[in-house]
């Protein structure tokens, strides 16, 4: 999937530390984010951060063709987000 954002992208850490809070709208988004996010903010290193950056770019590659999924990437990426 083209939208989704490399790893290196600066909003990942955003997003699983809880500093970035995107309006998802996809139950599985919404449940795989928190899952992820409690594994970084309880080992912020940055192997757990490669990991988690990991499994959600795969979902999102798996989900491509959802909708939801796409708005989803989206909100995490788009919306909000200042130059």
């Given at each position: 999937m083209d939208l989704v954002p490399p790893p290196t992208h600066p909003l990942w850490v955003q997003v699983f530390s809880g500093r970035r809070k995107p309006?998802?709208?996809l139950l599985a988004t919404?449940?795989?984010v928190s899952r992820l996010s409690m594994t970084y903010q309880q080992d912020p290193t940055p192997g757990t951060l490669e990991q988690c950056?990991?499994?959600l770019r795969e979902f999102f590659?798996?989900?491509q063709a959802l909708p939801k999924a796409q708005a989803d990437l989206?909100?995490?990426f788009t919306e909000g987000v200042q130059a």
């Open positions: 309006d998802l709208q919404k449940i795989l950056v990991q499994d590659e798996k989900n989206r909100a995490m």
